[in-house]
C-alpha cells in the first residue's frame, strides 16, 4: 500500500510552481489578448495539476483545476470565446487555488467551496457577455440572517421583479418563497414573513439564498412563476469579518482569517537546479580533489627532504583538514547527484503492460528498493540494459499460461526488480520466476555456431556455459519477434554495464527461474583506483573490479594449451601481462617475482601482470573527449598528485581475449 504521505512534499511544491506559473500566464492574457501559445502553457498547468491533486486526493483543487481545464479547452478549440469576465474569473480560480493550498498546508484538509465560483464560470460560458461580479454583502441583511452561512453552499442574492399589472403580488411572492425553499435554504428575504404589504407597493423583492444549484436553474425555475417580469441571480462574497461572524468554530475562524496578503505559501525545501550547473560543479570538486592530493604529496616530499619541524607540521595539520573538507564537499556534491532509482523503475509498469498483452501472457510485476539512490548518469546510462533483462524474461523466460498450468504452476507469473545498497555500490536485481536457462541448450547452440567444439561444450560446468549468452550474436531463440531474438543481445548488455564499470552475473535454475544481477558503482563521477605502473606509464583500475592482490615467483606461472594460468587457492586463473595488452615492452621488473592483480568480472577471474604497486586513490574521472574519440581498453583518464596523467582502464576489454579460450585440466 503506498503511502501518500511520502509525496505530500513533492506535490506542494509542484502546486507552488504550477500555482505560480498560472498567475503569469493570466497576467499575460490579460495583457495580450489571448495568444495561443498562453492558453496551451495555461492548459497544461491545470491538467498536470488536476492530476496531481486527484492523485492525493484533494479534490476541491482537482474540481477547480477541471472546470478550468474545461474553460481552456473549448477556447483553444475556438468553441468559445475569451472575455474580461472569463479572465476576472480565472483570476478568481486562482486566488481560491492559493486559498486551498494555505489550508492544505496549514490543516492537511480542504475547508473552502467552490460552487459559487463553478456556477460562475459555467453562466459565463452560457453567456459570455453576462456580468457576475460578486456583491458584497450588506451589514444589515448579515445581522438579519435566519441562520449561519451553510459551509458547503454558495450565497446567492436574489432580486425578483413582478409585472405591474399584476394582481395579487403578495400571494405570487409566497409562491416564489416556496419555490425558493425547494431550490435551498433561504437565510434573508426583505420582505419578512407575516408583514402585510398592499399589493400595489410590491413591485420588487429580495432574497439571500444558499444553494447548490446553478444560476441558470434558479432563473428557469423562478421565471415560470406567473407575473414574474425579471429575475437576477448574483454571487455574494463575504467579507472576513462577515465570515467569521457568521461562523462559531474556533478552527473555522482560524481558517476564514486568510487573505491573499496574509497567505502562507508553501516553503519549498528544494530547488531545481540545471545539470549542466551540477556538472561544472562536480568538475570544481574534481579539481579541488587533485589539488588535496597534490598537497599531500608536497607535504610528503619535505618531511622525507627536511625532516620534521614546525612549519611541516602546520603544513600537515592543514593539508589534513583540507582533506576533511574537500572529503565532506565531495560527499555533499555526490549527494546532490543522488536520485532515487524509482525514476528509473517507474518506467517499467506500462512497457510490462504492452509486452504482456503483446505476447498474451499473465505477469505480475514486483518492484522494491525504489528509495535505493544512484547517481543521475547511471540512472540513464541503465536504463537500456534493464529493458532488454526485463524484455527477455517475459519472451523468453516467463512461460505461456497454458504452459504454466501443465508444469503446476499459478497462471500468473512473477517478475520482481530490486535495487539495494551494497557496500559502497548499487545491485539491481531482475528476477523471474519461469523456465530458466537450458544450459545444454547453449551447449548444443555454441558447438552449431562453431564457437567450441563438442568435447569443449561438454566439459563446460553450468556456469561457464551460461556466460556463452554473452558472445556477441548469441540466442537461443527459435523465431524472431518484435520484443526480441534479433541478434541484438546479451552481449550489448554486458559491454553496456562494464562501460559503467559495473558487472554483471546470471544465477539461473532450470524449471524454476533466472536471476540477473547488476552492480554498479554509486557513481561515476570520483572512484577508488589501485595506481599501477608499466613501464613509465600508470594506469588506474578500478577498486570495484579488483578481488585481491598476490606477489607470484615467476615459476609458479604455467601454460593450458598455451594459455599462461596460475593456480591459486584450488582456482585456475588466466594471467595477462597488462604489458602484452597494450603493446608495451616487458620490463626486467617482471623478472624474478611478479606483481600480479586478480579482477573479477561476475564469477570470472583475471590475473593482471604490472611492474609496480603504487597504491589506491581516490580519482576523478575526466573524458579523454572528442579529439581522441573512444579508445579500446581505456574508459577515461585522471590527473595525478604530480600533475601526470593517468588512464583508467575498461576491465571488459581485459577479459575479450579469453573469451574464446576454454581453460580445462
Known amino acids: 500500500m503506498v503511502d501518500l504521505s511520502d509525496f505530500r ?3 506542494l ?5 504550477q500555482l505560480q506559473m498560472l498567475e503569469e500566464e493570466i497576467l499575460r492574457l490579460e495583457g495580450d489578448g489571448g495568444s495561443e501559445e498562453g492558453i496551451n502553457r495555461m492548459f497544461r498547468a491545470v491538467h498536470t495539476l488536476k492530476g496531481s491533486s486527484a492523485a492525493m486526493g484533494y479534490q476541491m483543487m482537482k474540481s477547480l483545476a477541471h472546470e478550468m481545464e474545461h474553460c481552456l479547452d ?4 475556438h468553441h468559445t470565446t475569451l472575455t474580461r469576465q472569463m479572465i476576472d474569473l480565472f483570476f478568481s480560480f486562482l486566488d481560491r487555488m492559493k486559498k486551498l493550498q494555505y489550508e492544505i498546508v496549514t490543516y492537511n484538509v ?36 435566519s441562520s449561519p452561512v451553510i459551509e458547503d453552499s454558495p450565497l446567492l442574492y436574489i432580486r425578483i421583479s413582478l409585472v405591474k399589472e399584476g394582481v395579487m403580488k403578495l400571494a405570487r411572492l409566497n409562491m416564489i418563497d416556496a419555490a425558493l425553499l425547494q431550490l435551498g435554504e433561504v437565510l434573508w428575504r426583505s420582505l419578512e414573513p407575516g408583514i402585510e404589504k398592499d399589493d400595489e407597493h410590491i413591485e420588487q423583492e429580495d432574497w439571500l439564498l444558499a444553494s447548490k444549484q446553478s444560476l441558470n436553474e434558479i432563473e428557469a425555475t423562478i421565471a415560470a412563476i406567473t407575473d414574474v417580469e425579471h429575475v437576477e441571480v448574483y454571487p455574494v462574497l463575504l467579507n472576513d469579518v462577515q465570515t467569521k461572524r457568521s461562523r462559531s468554530s474556533s478552527t473555522d475562524e482560524e481558517l476564514n482569517a486568510y487573505t491573499y496578503e496574509q497567505q502562507e505559501k508553501y516553503k519549498s525545501n528544494t530547488i531545481r537546479v540545471n545539470v549542466s550547473r551540477l556538472e561544472r560543479l562536480m568538475d570544481y570538486v574534481g579539481e579541488l580533489v587533485i589539488e588535496q592530493t597534490r598537497i599531500e604529496q608536497i607535504q610528503k616530499q619535505f618531511i622525507q627532504k627536511y625532516g620534521s619541524d614546525g612549519l611541516i607540521e602546520e603544513l600537515t595539520s592543514i593539508s589534513d583538514h583540507l582533506h576533511r573538507v574537500v572529503k565532506e564537499i565531495q560527499e555533499s556534491v555526490m549527494e546532490v547527484r543522488m536520485l532515487p532509482i524509482e525514476q528509473l523503475f517507474n518506467r517499467f509498469p506500462r512497457m510490462v503492460r504492452d509486452l504482456v498483452q503483446a505476447l498474451d501472457k499473465k505477469v505480475e510485476l514486483v518492484m522494491e528498493g525504489k528509495e535505493t539512490e544512484l547517481d543521475r548518469s547511471l540512472i540513464e546510462e541503465i536504463g537500456d540494459p534493464m529493458i532488454h533483462l526485463i524484455r527477455n524474461a517475459i519472451d523468453h523466460g516467463i512461460e505461456a499460461p497454458d504452459i504454466r498450468r501443465s508444469l503446476g504452476k499459478p497462471e500468473t507469473g512473477l517478475l520482481h526488480i530490486a535495487g539495494s545498497h551494497e557496500d559502497s555500490s548499487v545491485l539491481i536485481t531482475v528476477k523471474d520466476d519461469g523456465g530458466g536457462i537450458d544450459t545444454d541448450r547453449l551447449r548444443q547452440k555454441a558447438v552449431e555456431k562453431e564457437l567450441l567444439t563438442y568435447e569443449e561444450a561438454e566439459a563446460l560446468s553450468d556456469h561457464e556455459a551460461i556466460q556463452l549468452i554473452f558472445h556477441p550474436g548469441f540466442s537461443t531463440a527459435n523465431r524472431l519477434s518484435d520484443v526480441s531474438g534479433r541478434g541484438v543481445g546479451m552481449d550489448i548488455v554486458r559491454t553496456d554495464i562494464e562501460r559503467l564499470n559495473g558487472m554483471i552475473d546470471i544465477e539461473t535454475e532450470k524449471g524454476k527461474g533466472t536471476t540477473f544481477k547488476i552492480k554498479l558503482p554509486l557513481t561515476l563521477a570520483i572512484i577508488t583506483g589501485l595506481l599501477v605502473k608499466i613501464g613509465k606509464w600508470t594506469f588506474v583500475l578500478p577498486m570495484s573490479n579488483v578481488a585481491e592482490i598476490v606477489r607470484l615467483k615467476q615459476e609458479k606461472v604455467k601454460k593450458v594449451k598455451g594459455i599462461p594460468v596460475i593456480y591459486l587457492r584450488d582456482q585456475i586463473i588466466p594471467l595477462l601481462w597488462l604489458h602484452d595488452h597494450f603493446n608495451i615492452a616487458r620490463s626486467n621488473a617482471t623478472e624474478g617475482f611478479l606483481h600480479v592483480v586478480i579482477i573479477g568480472r561476475a564469477e570470472k577471474k583475471l590475473a593482471i601482470v604490472v611492474d609496480e604497486l603504487k597504491g589506491n586513490q581516490e580519482i576523478v574521472i575526466k573524458s579523454l573527449g572528442s579529439f581522441i574519440g573512444k579508445m579500446d581498453g581505456i574508459t577515461g583518464a585522471t590527473i595525478l598528485g604530480d600533475g601526470s596523467v593517468a588512464l583508467i582502464l575498461e576491465i571488459g576489454s581485459m577479459f575479450q581475449p579469453m573469451n574464446n579460450s576454454v581453460i580445462t585440466i
Open 9 to 11: 512534499d513533492v506535490y
Open 13 to 17: 511544491e509542484e502546486l507552488e510552481e
Open 74 to 77: 473549448l477556447i483553444r478549440n
Open 110 to 145: 480542504e475547508h473552502s467551496h467552490i460552487e459559487d465560483l463553478v456556477e460562475k464560470l459555467k453562466a459565463v460560458m452560457d453567456d459570455p457577455g453576462k456580468d457576475l461580479e460578486p456583491m458584497t454583502l450588506p451589514e444589515h441583511i448579515l445581522i438579519s440572517m
